[in-house]
């Protein structure tokens, strides 16, 4: 094994924390013209600091597509939207913006939280690595950097006027190469008296929900608030509050001012510090056995899918997310079992599902087809996705879930 180290403490990592095998890129869809190519498949393999406890993927040659066309539009999902509205309504309340402020955010995507900014007036940036995803929100009028965030970067912005009197930092943490130079760079970037946000999934849900697939190669590290924390002190930054949300199985949302702020620690922090002990967090016991928690869900995932098989069930996918395609990766999950998911985002439909080759198609053919069971590979959209499919009830189709176990609703 070759030795990489701990992105934040630089210790040796030896400890594995699930070895989920080799894996494409989460998010290389095959077009029909690729299909009869080879494609490269990266070993996905997590470890866990035995020193300071983040959980992070060991070093992979990490390819330059990883980030540069993105087939993800936040602007899909509906409740994803929601999500952004009712944080544009809580920020500009909580932190009082108006016309005078700065909004900046990093991975701002397809500008899908930005325009709720925009539409009461307050200045917005967006920083956006993704070209083609970048385009889209420069069309709309949301003023987007097509580039990598860090600490030159965030010093370049200065030079050029801008700070952030409120830096968003939403879901874009685990995807972070280089950790110093990210917290840095927001460091550089926050007014003395701004505030930054950052969300990330919650590593306790992670692993008290089994939730392995949210593992894949842009998801670089993953985080507990103990680890974040210690993360941000090193820069003088500390977490003056954190709520938690329920968004990706189960989120953190910090919010996080200059370590000289006049602001007091919320006890809030000290709460969710709890939890995290109360659940074996700083016992690396907890880690070393997620493993073969993990193993055991393949055994029972595919256990459901020979037996549907054997009793000629027709059973069919929706969703195309990132997470979808560790699992049926990791399970070895292919056309046989699954000969066809859907997804509404129409930059998806078409395509083949990386590894799997799984076709996507459009949540029409559902009914067309009249499944027996619909997995729902994007569990944490399970509400939404049941909401608009319950026509499935009309022929006796059932829901199914793989996480936490195997569900049938
Ligand atoms: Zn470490």
Redesign the pocket.
């Known amino acids: 094994m070759p030795h990489t180290k ?1 992105r ?4 040796l990592l030896h400890q594995t924390f699930v070895d989920l095998g080799v894996s494409p890129l989460a998010n290389s869809f095959i077009t029909t013209e690729q299909l009869n190519k080879m494609e490269p498949f990266y070993p996905l393999h997590a470890y866990v ?1 035995d ?4 959980v992070q993927l060991g070093e992979f040659e990490s390819p330059d597509q990883l980030f540069n066309h993105y087939l993800y539009f936040s602007s899909y999902s509906s409740s994803w939207l929601l999500h952004a509205e009712q944080f544009t309504e809580m920020a500009v309340e909580r932190f009082q913006l108006n016309d005078d402020s700065q909004v900046i955010e990093i991975a701002s995507n397809d500008g899908y939280l930005l325009q709720y900014f925009q539409q009461r007036n307050i200045r917005t940036l967006g920083i956006e690595p993704a070209k083609n995803v970048a385009k889209i929100a420069a069309a709309k009028g949301i003023p987007t950097r097509t580039d990598f965030f860090g600490e030159s970067l965030a010093k370049q912005l200065v030079r050029e006027g801008y700070q952030g009197d409120l830096i968003v930092a939403n879901n874009v943490l685990a995807h972070v190469p280089q950790l110093h130079d990210f917290i840095a760079g927001l460091k550089a970037l926050l007014q003395p008296d701004g505030v930054i946000t950052i969300e990330f999934p919650h590593l306790l849900h992670l692993i008290k929900d089994k939730q392995f697939d949210t593992i894949y190669h842009e998801h670089f590290s993953y985080f507990s608030l103990h680890t974040v924390q210690s993360l941000l002190a090193r820069h003088d930054l500390k977490v003056v509050d954190v709520e938690q949300l329920n968004t990706h199985g189960g989120s953190l949302r910090l919010f996080v001012r200059h370590h000289e702020h006049r602001k007091p620690i919320h006890i809030n922090v000290a709460k969710v510090i709890q939890q995290e002990q109360a659940s074996g967090l700083d016992d690396l016991t907890t880690y070393v056995q997620f493993a073969g928690r993990v193993k055991q869900m393949k055994v029972d995932i595919l256990t459901f899918l020979v037996e549907a098989a054997t009793m000629h069930k027709k059973i069919v996918g929706y969703g195309a997310p990132a997470k979808g395609n560790t699992l049926l990766n990791y399970c070895g999950i292919g056309p046989h079992f699954l000969p066809y998911t859907v997804d509404k985002n129409p930059y998806k439909q078409h395509l083949y599902l990386p590894g799997s080759r799984i076709p996507i198609k459009e949540p029409d053919e559902i009914r067309r087809t009249k499944p027996d069971y619909v997995v729902i590979l994007a569990w944490n959209l399970k509400k939404e996705i049941m909401d608009e499919c319950s026509f499935i009830r009309d022929w006796g189709g059932k829901f199914v879930v793989f996480v936490p176990e195997v569900e049938v609703i």
């Open positions: 701990c934040c403490c630089d210790s600091c020193r300071c406890f983040l």
